[in-house]
């Protein structure tokens, strides 16, 4: 009988780390050929749908990146306390408080505002993410609390906060009774980058946090230590690198940015706060961290291909009748490949006979 | 002629990147007891892996009383009367001495008649130990008991033994050796993993000496003289150690004072006042059976653990409430017992690991790191320590354990030329061969520069 062996590797392979994400695709076109087959469905007519045709207009390329933009920005402040094990699932509700955080200050100057509003904006939703990820910072260095739990259900008290809002102090009076605030005026939002497009010029921000983001993690003495921290916490403790600074930084990090990132979606497609205002970016955006594998330029790829599912998955819903289940079927059978493939780059396969 | 217990031939192992064993051959007689001999690295643990099904070979044929086998796991060892008695003990804390045993046997059991049987056991080789007993009351000596009556349970026809004296004191280990020569008697053969020369003249018949994955050679211990074993062990005369003696720095650099601390770890030890002072130029060992509380002083020394101000003082400064930055500021260093996840990041280059204790001449500048003059670092210590690496971008789980332990000692003795003289303490965990490093780190202490205290702990 022939066994399967999996060796450990000396070091990881450099090759397989573009390599895996390959052959996760050739594997999951592969298996999906087969269930489309199955169910009766062309396989061809299906991939190109899923994978091509949202990419084929002017108008489709800036839905990719109008999406694909906050699941980078928030990923990118995740990654930082993921690399530490700071596990932060709070961006949900640090997005929806960033959000809340600018539009206090889009509300309160209404038309004709000054030109600082929108930096103004920006920076108040860096400090509403921040106010809120503090939270678990401080419960999990005081009390030893688990920040997964708390900032997980800190999501759903800013969600409810936010219905609070849209439907009681923040409502707009001429908005016939209906639960969201006023129209942010145009000097409150981003201007769109093309003419009835509505990728806009916050896309600047994320590119400007990729960089930032690739220096602190891989440059910095600090990122260092929360690499550190992650991955051997002893040695950080024998080091003397401080484990209350890596959440802190940790938190702060995921919060600012996930609070940008709510920021940008209101002043951006939405122009007004409403009871909903995130599709789930800060929790699909904990899926493209670790697709990116904590990396900045990784989490631009995972950012890009998990907006692009989100797109596929609507696009053969609608062109080829597909039910949603089927699609995401799809979706999860890709993610599934791709976190299993990693195995290969730090195991190499090895056959033996028993 | 009777067919050997257990025979190898040409059995060989392979892992990425090194040859853990190569060809080795040996062969064990019934009541027979043969010592495996070599250094850290050598192939020992390999090889008894494979003997116990832990590990399956790439070549080679195993044969038990003359019949070629393939003990592809554990279970098939000890259905082919193999019993292993590892290093470090695999027993559950919280329950009782029968109970663990009970979770090792195959199939359903009788906890009052497995007790009964444990006591019997105990009785007849002299091996006391309470079968009702919680685990975690026991000493690393009765620990071993139940390790040595849950193999003897299975009644072994084969006996591994992974250095089972580390643990113990030199009275604890005169009594394991009577166990061993009685079950020797009765026709068990055992293999004694090892590598103290004394323990191998007073215990073994015969030994086979492994160097580097290839076997040296198979001998009567008789034939040979203790330092014929070290120098097949080492592969060259193991260097004669002298020691200058050196001048005492008038006041202590480092002082500890009644220091009484309750471990975090329910089942670690209580330090209860302990008092010592180490001058400059002055080496100052800490003698013990390891679990007596080394770990805990170390990590009080080391800052790892805080603890009262006023029980630990560096060059009369309180300091025991300080951080490990703190104090490595104020010129401690510390080498690690375990190099690998605690001294050094496993999975990062040797250049990154001298990030860890020294960020000093330039290696961060605002904030960031300088890849060019850590590089410099790493290789500076290579050279100076002798580390036989890859180079500065190694990672540092791809050394062995020695050339790790080579650099970590060189990171902390702070081979840089400027830092060598900011460290009036120095920390290292059982040292275990003298003849490379610490010459060299003692080498400057007449200029009372570098290293002065050494704080070592006999295992």
Redesign the interface.
Known sequence: MIKVHL??????STIMVIGAPVLALAATIGLGTILFLGLGIDPLATLYQFFWAPLTTPNGLSEWLLKASPLILIALGLSVGFRANVWNIGAEGMFIMGAIAAGLLAIHFGEGAPVWLLPAMVAAGALGGMAWAAIPAFLRIWANASEILVSLMLNYVAQLFLAFLVNGPLRDPDGFNYPQSPLYDPSAMFSPLFDEMRLNSSIFITIGAVAVTW?FLE????G?QMT?GG??P??A????F?QARAIWTGLLAGGAAAGIAGMMEVSGPLGQLTPVISPGYGYVAIIVAFIGRLNAFGIVVGGLLLSLLYMGGESVQIALNIPSAITRTFQGMLLFFLLAADVLIHYRIRLGR? | MTAPRLELRGISKRYPGVIANDSISLSVMPGEIRAILGENGAGKSTLTKMIYGAVTPDSGSVLIDGQPVTIRNPGVARSLGIGMVYQHFSLFESISVVENIALALDGPFDLRALGAEVSALSARYGLPVEPRQLVHNLSVGERQRVEIIRCLLQKPKLLILDEPTSVLDPKAVEHLFEVLRVLAREGVSILYISHKMAEIHALCDTATILRGGRLVDNVAVADVTTSDLARMMVGASIPVISRIPSICSPKPHLEVIGLSQTSADPYGTTLSNISLSVSGGEILGIAGVSGNGQQELLSLLSGEVLTDSQFIWIDQQPVGDMSVATRRQRGLTFVPEERLGRGAVPSMSLAQNTLLTDQTDGGVEFGLIKRSIIKGKAQHIIDAFDVRCFGVDALAQTLSGGNLQKFIVGRELGAGPKSADRCPAYMGCRCGRCGLYPSKACGSEPGGRRCPGDIRRTG
Do not use: M, N, Q
Request: proline letters at 4%; charged letters at 20%; glycine letters at 4%.
């Open positions: 060796e450990r590797r000396l070091v990881p220096i440059r910095s003495f600090l260092f550190v991955i051997a002893v040695a403790r024998y080091a003397g401080s028993t």
